[in-house]
Structure formats: C-alpha cells, structure tokens
C-alpha cells in the first residue's frame, strides 16, 4: 500500500505541476529534491512570479525512522517505526479574483519492533479561500467534492464538508479560512471500508483536485481589478497566515519536529498586509465575502 | 502599588506618543479605548502611514476579575482573582535602515478569596530588530539598557540581556529575532529586592526607551534605500510575523484567552513578504545581519 500510494503521489505531482505550467505560462516550477537525515526525503516543487501564480508550491514526502518523540505522545504509542507519505500544495493566484486553494492528501503507517504494521490511515482534503466571493465558483468547487465522495460513500461529502468548515477555522477572528471543501483524517479500516477502499476514496479525491479547480482559474484569471482590491486580498492573506501559524496542525508540527522547515513554509503567501481594524464598508463585496465566512453556507 | 504603576504607565504611554508623534511629523496616534466585559480594559494607540513609522502601537491595559481558566494551569493555582496591567509598544519604521523595536513593562496581583494579595510581580523588557545592522545602534541601545540596569544590580544586565537572548529566538529558524535588548519576567519579592525596588527597576528601564530608541531612529530615518533593501525589509518582517504567531507567549494567550484581537496583532508589520528558500549574496549586508541574529554579540 505504500508503495503504490507513494506512486501515485508521485504521479499526480507531475500531473499537477504540468498543468499548472500550462495555464500560467510564464512561470515554471523550481524542484528542490531533499533528504530527511532520519530517513527518507521529498521533491518540492515551487512556481513564483507567474502571470497567474504568485506563489505556488506542489511538494511530495515519503519520510520514515522512528517515530520522534514529540509525536509519540501525540499518538499515544512509544517506540515505533513509522512511514508517512503525502503531497501538499498551496497556490496562491496574483489576481484576486481567483482564490486561493490548499489540498493534501497522506498515509500513514506504524510498525511494532518486529516490521509489522500496527496501525494505518490516510488523510487529507481540499479547500478554496476566495477573495471575491463567486458563488458559482464556491458551488463548483463543492459539486466536484462531492460527486467523488458520492461514489465511496452517501455521507462522505457531508461529513468530511463539515470538518474541513470546523478544522480551517480562524477561532480568534470568529471567522472561517475560506469556503471550505474536504477535510478527513484516520480513516482506518472498518467494516465498510478497507485500506483498498480508502485508497480509492482518496485518489478520487486526488484525481478530483484539477477538476474542481481549473476551470475556476480559467474563469477568472482575465478578470480587471483594482489597487484596492489588490489590497483586500494582501489583508486577507494575513489570516491565512495567522491560521496557518497559530492553528495548523501540520504547520506547527513540521516547526516544532524538525521539518523542512521552507517547504513547510511554501504555503505562507508571497505579499501580505496586516491593517489596524480593518473592517470591510456596509454592502460591500468585501463585506459579502466575511458573511459568508463567518455563517457557512451549504453550497451544495 | 497596582494604582502607583498604572499611572506610571499612563503618562508613559503620553509621553512617548507625544514624542513619537513629533519625530513623525505626518501621522497621529489613532486612539481607541475598549473595555473587557469581565473586568478592566485598554487604551489603545495606533499610527499608521507616517513618514517615519509605517505602523506602530503603545497600548496600555488594566485587567481585572477571576483568572480565566486557561491560565490557571498555567500559574498552577484554581479559582483566584487577579489583576494585570501592562504597556506593551511594537513600531514598524517604513525606512529598512531604522530598526523595529518592542518595548513591554508589565504588572501582576494575584488574590485569595478574601481579596488579600497572595502573588505579585513585574516583568518586561524592550528588544531591536535591525534590516540593516549598524554596530553603533545596537551598542547604543544596550549600552542605555545597561546603564539602566546598573543602578540597581550589578547582574541584571547581563541576566536579562541572555534571557532576552533566549526568548526572542525563532527556533525553527536558527536564529534571533533581533540583536535584543532585556527580558525579565516574575521579579518578585526577595531579600535583596522589596516591590518597591523593583518597582524602581522596571519604571528606570520603561523612563529610558526613549533614551534607547530615538537618536537611533533620529540618525537613520533620512538614509536612501533602495527597492531591494525595501524587499528584505519585507522578508525579514516575515519572520517577526512567524515569532510572534509561533513562538511568543504573550501573543497566544491573548489568542487563546479572548484578549482584543487588535490590540494584540497590532504588532505585526503593515507589508510583509515570504519568498521560498530565500538566501542573502555571501558578504552582503543582509549576510551580515544573518550572522549576527545566528550569533548572539556581547554589544557592551
């Protein structure tokens, strides 16, 4: 299973970045290959100063050793081998007419001193972080959502719609990261599912990731906008950054284990702004946009 | 002594905005008094758009009521009332040559049930964060810390200057957050230090920030910069914004406890940067400042 979760992530990289190459068409993406000194490595690959991607970065991880002690506890285990693998991205579109998006999906498996598994899941989702609101967009992004999940299981969207609208939740602003989308984690095997049926749930969501997302870029991406329109969407960021640096599960546990730390750190955007009391004007689409945020709507 | 220090830190506050405001020239202090339902509240003072400040805080705060529940783990007592005031200031200079600098001087009681003081103490300190490193400014800042210090221990600076060392560290960095200045925390009544004393202490050190700061800004508020020293201003303010969400305790519990959100993250810089993998040329200034915040100096 590793294996041929580690292969498809690998693939699907490829897939991604080519993709993303081809609709911005300026800029490429830089690879860094690294090794992790404990065991195992990644090849992060980082798009900067394109003509639609100002930031952008799609990163694969296959890490392995023994479980590092400020995750024992975490796990609740001592003394265990573990493998984890994932790919992560993070774009960040220069227009802010185009949002934000995050996806990531991940296994994960422990061993007993002797090699055997004890343990296994995967993890992951996807979620948009709009600047404008296009209800059109939040609607697409969720239908492509949830015509994969409907495939595995009839409450799968709407079970893992509400934990991603619960986990990308900036609880000091009282508001949400964006519009959601997906959001699972430990999903084990079960009566229902085995690792073979996870594993096909979450490559359909993998596979689902350019679907949901492309055609809103295209959509998007001639759009005019204004200096202060610009300036929303470096304000909005910063409680991008906020959540992912005070809130973010894998964000903090990267800092705090050792991780790499600039390809932890590639899903921080590239220009941001933090204003005194920024409160967007009565009626506006600033305003529209924070409602929403604020009140999590069923797009679906 | 809780009445004593709170007016010391509301004329503190009037006397460096005053001073501030007139260094700026262009910009006021936007004032906001606020209130905290359970008891207390601020005056909060920002400036934004100067000609020599691009953002900046000094706040004051008094607090007051039964100690929230998460921070009664984190003092290990249970049900007791307590009082909090503090002077907290961040500024945010839009020349790169002028250091960042943040300055605190706080207050603590804590009571028993039957309102008799069972706990008190000080705490605080002021700390520089240089884009460009000038030798002269960082000597001459904790040379006046120094001779604050002085008159009241032989040992307090050289303790609150390590400890200021060790606090204002971005551990996932490697490196400091600045060329530092002092930090103390929990001076409480000992033999050779009655509350009065230390009361003399923290007021000698908060009457010397501006003593510390202005011929600083004063001396390198007119110098040219450039665009690309602009950006590395930027970048490096990224990793103030990573401090203070990441590591500082002071801005997560306000996150955590309910605090004024905008009093609180009126510390974080107004236009912020984050570049991937981003190294200065070997032998540049900015290599220099690197080497510097990755090895503490001894400045006096």
Known sequence: MKDKFFNYIHDLQDTITSKLEAIDGKATFQEDLWKRPEGGGGRTRVIENGAVFEKGGVNISGVHGKLPESMQA??????????????????????PMVPTVHANWRYFEMYDQKGNIVDQWFGGGQDLTPYYLFEDDAT?????????????????????????????????????????????????????????????????????FLEAYVPIVEKRKGLDYTKAQRDWQEIRRGRYVEFNLVHDKGTLFGLKTNGRIESILMSLPPHVQWVYDHHPEKGSDEEKLINVLQNPIDWV
């Open 140 to 208: 697409h992004f969720h239908q492509t959502c949830k015509t994969a999940c409907d495939k595995h299981h009839p409450e799968f969207y709407q079970n893992y719609k509400a934990r991603c609208d619960d986990y990308f939740y900036n609880a000091h602003r009282n508001e949400g990261r964006g519009v959601g989308g997906l959001f699972f984690d430990y999903c084990k095997q079960t009566d229902a599912m085995n690792m073979q049926n996870w594993y096909d749930f979450v490559t359909e969501v993998g596979n689902s």
């Open 74 to 95: 975490y796990f609740g285990v001592k003394d265990a081998d573990f493998f984890a693998c994932g790919l992560s991205l993070v774009l960040h579109p220069k227009n």
